[in-house]
């Protein structure tokens, strides 16, 4: 029984708790590059770097509010700093939309166009997030790390294995709830919402019926820019703010959106989940949990691992070809890109 | 248009002037990339050694050596070419100092400095594989070859009492160098190694690394990565998951943002890093403090050197061509001769001028052996309340 147990608090601590707590972050940033493929029907390759920027403007107010005295308690400050941190983000999405995005919009550029627009914007983001705060590595996370700690855990239950929960992988979770609620209610219930949602079925359908385009495109950005400040902020607090890194976490973003069919906000979140789960799971070694659940004498020589940890991008990749081939729209039924 | 074109004759007639007097020398580091966070200090220390060269007036007559920067991104190979390929042909440079990162060091001394006759010292590149290019002896390092490093610390494992351990190296040209040759020596001296996984650097999440390193087990986790990359978010998953609490680190995890982020909970974690004592080390410090460079950055030290020995051996040829600095960079580096300190570049200027000998000691101790690099002093550390603790110098 003792051995059961260890296998699967070994299993919850090194597969479990990290790849929710993963798929949480790449959920709620494939949500917000959903939004704007839906509303504004192009693919935002700047995504990654605007995460970054609101994650850095959330940065600087938190060492403001550091510097103040202002704390609360056990929860980061970065929570209250996050409001300064989506301003800003929100500020640089409208003044990019503006400036470049509104002149294609008007010339009703194809798609692609808006693509490449969006590759010149993701280099000016991260050009302006190096200039401000510099290419180094940020730590900006305060108040109590873990929930429970391996040590504590071991002594606590008498297991062999500890399992660690990290406060930032919770609070990670549950700021991702409340944001899909918050997200679902708005998109269902509010005339904004639904007007929104028209605009995606059918922009001249949607236009006919007296919905102000500008005002859409407007709610769009505000949107995106403050999932992905908070995804940013999020991913900042577990792990630390460097921005080299953001741009890197564009493309497991990428993958779960289209995994779940893009410009579906279910399918996003679906789509996050299952690339966290798939790298963890198909490259971790089953060793150790095997030689609990083995009878004497019968635990594996070998890692028993299925792949090797090099290949753990291959699979979601994998996964994102197999799914584009057999099924577009990915899925849960989201847009043929 | 019109103006645009008599300002670009005019700037190139006034180029063409200043030429006499003037040297360019490359500076090729990633100041975009991985490595983006280290880079600054090392141009900048470079740029402090050329500088003190120029600023003296010894050189040839009151030749200026101007340095010029490109980016060798440490990671992409193309892109490191091409970069060094501008140098080369439109900025004429003399000689190169860098590259920084394997990888694109290899890539660039193949395809445009042993083409092209000019001399490149590398501060940092480290791969044993760099030993056995085949480079004309046009390619120098002040950094010691990873095959020497590899060996350092598998002694420093094996007398700790560690006799299994999982290894996790960045998936690079210096990672997988120095986890090989590390694994040769620690299971010559009978260490069981569990587990050899890469890691690759800046991605976002090391769940999946630490939880293979963990199941395959070991009293220590030897991490062969970087400080700024995944190196540090390797240490920091596996320290949350409790999979390890003792690492063993190679020199590119030796930084003190590492002891910011975690020093608490990396107490009794070893490693090793190339190391300088003594005078030179402490007058580097001194030198770079005064110009505003923070010397106890990664590879600052080397940089310093690389610049300085291209410098003096310009002297030496007693002109600023590419053939000179081939020709004479051995000389200036070893002995005999006159020992040279940094901050005293002037003098050693001096000296060579009046056909004397130096022999550069520098802010690393150098003194270059076989291929042209490093032999290497290491430092044996231990992390002890926070702070790297020195055992002994290997």
Known sequence: MTDVLNALVLFANFVLVPGVAYGAQLALGALGLTMIYAVLRFTNIAYGDTMAFGAMCTVFATWWLQAAGITIGPLPTALLALPAGIVGAVLLCLLFDRTVYRFYRRQKAPPVVFLIASIGVMFMTNGLVRLIIGPDDRRFADGGRFIVQAREFKEMTGLAEGLAVRSTQALTLAVAVVVVIALFWFLNRTRMGKAMRAYSDNEDLALLSGINPDRVVFWAWVIAAGLATVAGVLYGLDKSFKPFTYFQLLLPIFAAAIVGGIGNPVGAIAGGFLIAFSEVTVTYAYKRFLSYLAPDGWAPDGLVQLLSTDYKFAVSFVILVVVLLFRPTGLFRGRVI | MRKFLLAS????LVGTGALAQEANIGIIFGFTGPIESLTPNMAASAELALKEVSDSGKLLDGLTLTPVRADSTCVDSAAATAAAERLVTSDNVVAIVGADCSGVTTAVANNVAVPNGVVMVSPSATSPALSSIDDNDLFFRVAPSDARQGEVLANIVKDNGHDEVAVTYTNNDYGKGLSDSFIQNYEALGGTVTINAAHEDGKGDYSAEVGALASAGGSALVVLGYADQGGVGVVRAALDTGAFDTFAFGDGMFADTLLDALGDSLEGSIGSVPWSEGEG????????????????????????????????????????????????????ANEPGEKIMPGELA???EILAEGGDVDYVGATNVELIGPGEAAGTYRDYVIEGGEYKTVQFR
């Open chain 2, 9 to 12: 004759a005019a700037s190139a």
């Open chain 2, 347 to 349: 003098k050693a200027l």
């Open chain 2, 281 to 332: 080390a402490d007058t580097f410090a001194e030198v770079a403090e005064a110009a505003g460079v923070d010397p106890s950055s990664t590879f600052t030290r080397e940089s310093y050197d690389s610049a300085a020995l291209i410098a003096l051996a310009i002297q030496k040829g007693g002109e600023a061509s590419r053939e000179a600095v081939a020709a004479n960079l051995l000389d200036v």
